[in-house]
């Protein structure tokens, strides 16, 4: 009895003093879960077309050749030399792991492992599918410690299983590691004293990081795993449009005109400018011909919200606006491009499955986009949390799938082609509009927008009398109440929203002479830069 009491006390004893990553700890990665591709000593460079999402650096060396990149670049900073610090502590916490299982060195062939520590004694390869399976556990650890270098086979897989997540997923390599074309492989690797390649077609859900080694990718996607106590990505803070949301396509400052079988939903107008072209069978919403009540507020109101986007700090600044879109993967930021921007093929807005979550993409520049440029959302995005800040004109090419709110600063949104579906709406601050045999759908429309500026609009309609109109060779502005005369400006536009005439109305009624060419103008009396009414007016030889 006395030597089973002591067995039991040894055996609960040696469980409280084991070390515990033996059973399967993460380990602490600091400031290197924020890099997907890393080397603490050693070149990080790029070929092909690749899409990557984190942060990309070494601590000492350079990193070429990889255009846009969804995350931050840090070569020998203050933030590579943290990287490289925590990347050390990590690998020793892997390494000092007290292995559970030692599998064979040729990984894969469709076995299935479950949660433990796997140690390899020599150099390894995974062929063919690796199954990991967490059996239910969310929280279960997969570490591999492979003494020698590591390799796929080409289209070689890690598969996850019942809740195993890639982020408690680890890879400890004393050797290079190489992965053939077509590997899908998960979780972080850290390979010390050595390179890491990555070819063409291959995917890397984790990290690639290296203790002292080059890191080279072709043509691959490369992510950061999400979960794991991961922060969850919301975006900036959205602006609130106002009226502006009850518009598809507005300009406060400009005309906005419409050729070919053009389909809306939301309202369309300018503020100062005529609206024409477009087809009330095909609207669904009002058209404003004219500047009136709810032109007038959502002017107001987009002035606002640009302010707000435009002063928001940008998480990540995307290096070359030149080269945007081509499979880009974009994720829950505010995002920066420093000059004109062309877009070419695809754009993906990842959301993370959080639908709440919100893409602001500065652009300080013109946008321009190829025929075909495509925006698609994933993973719960949706196009009314995507905003665009464009400081410039915008050119939406033929056949080209636009998706969020494009709010263009000072500059013509001149070109809504042939064939474009915007899934979002099209606004700008101060310059024309115009649209030819396109979709456009404003999403989320206030329930409010038939009374946007309906009592501005009673107001304007008694304030003033003009006539005759049309008129020949005089008209007179007369103020109905003598008591609401103010120090007023008349000003008319003519059809593309220049204008070509304005007059201050001081007195109780002021006439003006016929300078104009034949047709229809149309009117604004403004006070202190509000309309306080507008209307057509029309001129007679």
Not at 33 to 48: I, P, Q, W
Not at 135 to 150: D, E, K, L, R, T
Not at 177 to 192: E, K, L, P
Not at 369 to 380: D, E, I, P
Request: proline content about 4%; overall charge negative.
């Amino acid at each position: 009895m006395k030597k089973r009491l002591l067995f039991i006390l040894v055996f609960i004893v040696s469980l409280t003093t084991y070390p515990s990553t033996s059973f399967g700890q993460a380990p602490n990665l600091g400031s290197a879960a924020d890099f997907v591709l890393f080397s603490t000593d050693g070149a990080v460079s790029n070929s092909g077309l690749s899409q990557i999402t984190g942060n990309v650096g070494t601590n000492n060396g350079s990193s070429t050749a990889f255009g846009n990149v969804n995350g931050g670049m840090h070569d020998g900073d203050g933030v590579s030399a943290q990287c490289a610090a925590d990347l050390l502590i990590a690998y020793n916490q892997l390494n000092s792991a007290v292995p559970t299982f030692f599998p064979a060195p040729l990984l894969g062939n469709g076995a299935t492992l479950n949660a433990g520590i796997y140690s390899i004694s020599s150099a390894a390869t995974l062929n063919l599918t690796l199954n990991l399976d967490a059996q239910g556990n969310p929280n279960a650890v997969f570490i591999f410690q492979i003494q020698g270098p590591f390799s796929t086979n080409a289209a070689s897989k890690i598969k996850l299983l019942n809740g195993a997540q890639a982020c408690n997923v680890f890879w400890k390599v004393e050797g290079l590691v190489s992965m053939a074309s077509g590997t899908t492989m998960r979780g972080t690797i850290i390979a010390n004293n050595a390179a890491i390649s990555m070819n063409t077609g291959g995917t890397l859900e984790g990290r690639a990081l290296s203790t002292a080694g080059a890191i080279t990718i072709d043509g691959v996607l490369a992510y950061l795993p999400i979960g794991c106590g991961s922060a969850v990505l919301n975006g900036p803070t959205a602006p609130s449009l106002g009226a502006t949301a009850c518009y598809a396509i507005f300009s406060s400052d400009g005309a906005v005109t419409n050729s070919g079988i053009t389909n809306l939903n939301g309202d369309v107008g300018s503020n100062n400018g005529l609206t024409t072209g477009y087809n009330p069978l095909l609207v669904n919403g009002v058209i404003h011909p004219i500047p009136d009540g709810s032109t007038a507020q959502a002017a107001v109101d987009l002035l606002v919200a640009y302010n707000y986007i435009n002063t928001l700090s940008a998480d990540i600044e995307l290096l070359y606006p030149a080269d945007f879109g081509k499979n880009l993967v974009l994720t829950p930021h505010t995002y920066l491009l420093g000059g004109a921007v062309t877009f070419t093929d695809t754009l993906y807005l990842n959301a993370q499955g959080n639908a709440n979550a919100v893409f602001v993409i500065q652009i300080n520049g013109a946008l321009t986009t190829s025929t075909y440029a495509k925006v698609v959302l994933m993973n719960g995005a949706l196009s009314e949390n995507v905003y665009w800040k464009v400081e410039g004109a915008v050119s939406i090419n033929n056949y080209s799938v636009f998706r969020g709110t494009i709010i263009c600063n000072n500059g013509a949104l001149g070109a809504l082609n042939t064939g474009v579906i915007l899934d979002g709406r099209a606004l700008t601050t101060n310059g024309a509009l115009t649209s030819t045999a396109m979709d456009a759908t404003a999403t989320l429309i206030p329930g409010n927008c038939t009374t946007i500026g309906l009592a501005t609009t009673t107001i304007a309609r008694d304030l003033v009398d003009i006539y005759p109109n049309p008129f020949q060779t005089t008209t007179t502005i007369r103020f109905k109440n003598p008591a609401s005369r103010a120090d007023c400006e008349f000003k008319i536009y003519n059809g593309i929203g220049a204008e070509v005439f304005s007059i201050k109305l001081r007195d109780a009624s002021t006439s003006i002479d016929n300078h104009l060419s034949a047709g229809i103008y149309f009117y604004r009396v403004i006070a202190q830069g509000e309309t306080l009414q507008s209307g057509q007016i029309i001129a007679r030889n």
